[in-house]
């Protein structure tokens, strides 16, 4: 079982920056992946974007790419999303995911309760 808290999220104005924490705890392996997808309201939940634990290689979501990045602190077990350059539409509640990574990419099976973000114009 995986646990993930995660921290850091807020209100900020339009071109700002945020950083959010993603804390795990309890059992990982090096094959995991960790992610963070987001819901704005009325939307389905989307990937933002995956970093893959055993060396640190990232992919990114179109709508994210040159303005977030993920990073890792193995020593913590926690994973980091650096927002730059907010967007209104980047508003939404941000969850971490943790998974298995395989060469399908990342199969998210433990969550966090999710930290909202809102970006004001």
């Known amino acids: 079982q995986v646990q993930l808290v995660e921290s850091g999220g807020g209100l900020v104005q339009a071109g700002g920056s945020l950083r959010l924490s993603c804390a795990a705890s309890?059992?990982?392996?090096?094959?995991?992946?960790m992610g963070w997808f987001r819901q704005a309201p009325g939307k389905e939940r989307e990937v933002v974007g995956v970093?893959?634990?055993?060396?640190?290689?990232?992919h990114y979501a179109d709508s994210v790419k040159g303005r977030f990045t993920i990073s890792r602190d193995n020593a913590k077990n926690t994973v980091y999303l650096q927002m730059n350059s907010l967007k209104p539409e980047d508003t939404a509640v941000y969850y971490c995911?943790?998974?298995?990574?395989?060469?399908?990419?990342?199969?998210?099976?433990?969550w966090g309760q999710g930290t909202q973000v809102t970006v004001s114009s």
């Open positions: 995911t943790a998974g298995r990574y395989s060469s399908a990419g990342l199969s998210p099976t433990y």
């Open positions: 309890g059992r990982t392996f090096s094959s995991y992946g």
């Open positions: 970093i893959r634990w055993s060396d640190g290689f990232t």
